[in-house]
């Protein structure tokens, strides 16, 4: 079974500076996606930033970026600028490639904390 | 496009009565899944279904949780009998090919009293 791991249940960071969240992951699987996602306390689950296993290229979504390490099996998130809107549970999530579309796993989570 | 609904947003139930908690997927969406989150934990697969097909539910407990996804309407997470443990925040989310990215609903929030 495919396990996720965010080794650190709490962040934080200055306004402005630069953060980076951890992730491991364990899969016997060669393709894959990995995905970060933002829970502010509203509670919604927004998609921050996602990664086929198969690209060999770090996504990037504006101030977020990975570091996607295959072989070593991680998939750290970096925030640059970090802004108070930022401030929030940040989840690492990986999904199987493939036919039948099984559900996410999650890791438990890093509560994000943006100091002013 | 109104994203995926959940409704209720809260809903407040006793011991041993039943839940049900809505799902209605993003226009095109034909996939949905359905989530679970206890508190201080990630999200938690419970169910994936097509429309009138179930096609995994390794995540749902083996007792008084179903789900469904009829042709016409949303789809539906029932639990009956409940009990204090399944207090939780319960997570929809759909897909249009059943591969890649997932769209969430903002929850429902089961309290069990």
């Known amino acids: 079974a495919q396990t996720v791991t965010q080794s650190q249940p709490e962040m934080s960071v200055q306004e402005a500076e630069t953060v980076t969240l951890s992730c491991t992951y364990d899969?016997?699987?060669?393709?894959?996606?990995l995905f970060w996602y933002k829970q502010p306390p509203s509670r919604q689950m927004i998609l921050v930033i996602r990664?086929?296993?198969?690209?060999?290229q770090n996504a990037t979504e504006n101030r977020f970026s990975v570091n996607f390490q295959k072989a070593a099996k991680s998939f750290s998130l970096k925030i640059s600028d970090s802004q108070l809107g930022d401030a929030a549970m940040y989840f690492c999530?990986?999904?199987?490639?493939?036919?039948?579309?099984?559900?996410?796993?999650f890791g438990k989570g890093t509560h994000l904390i943006i100091q002013p | 496009n109104a994203g995926v609904m959940q409704n209720p947003r809260h809903l407040v139930r006793r011991r041993g009565q039943e839940a049900r908690l809505r799902c209605s997927p993003m226009?095109?969406?034909?996939?949905v899944y359905w989530y679970r989150q206890l508190p201080e934990e990630g999200l938690k697969f419970m169910v994936y279904?097509?429309?009138?097909?179930?096609?995994?539910e390794s995540g749902m407990p083996k007792e008084r949780f179903s789900a469904e996804f009829p042709k016409e309407g949303p789809s539906i997470l029932r639990i009956q009998q409940v009990v204090r443990g399944d207090s939780a925040a319960y997570f929809c989310?759909?897909?249009?090919?059943?591969?890649?990215?997932?769209?969430f609903g903002s929850g429902t929030r089961l309290t069990v009293v």
């Open positions: 990664q086929e296993a198969y690209k060999q």
């Open positions: 899969t016997s699987e060669s393709d894959y996606y």
């Open positions: 226009k095109g969406h034909s996939h």
């Open positions: 999530a990986y999904r199987r490639s493939g036919g039948g579309a099984d559900g996410l796993t």
């Open positions: 989310a759909s897909s249009s090919t059943g591969n890649y990215g997932y769209t």
């Open positions: 279904l097509q429309k009138e097909n179930i096609i995994d």
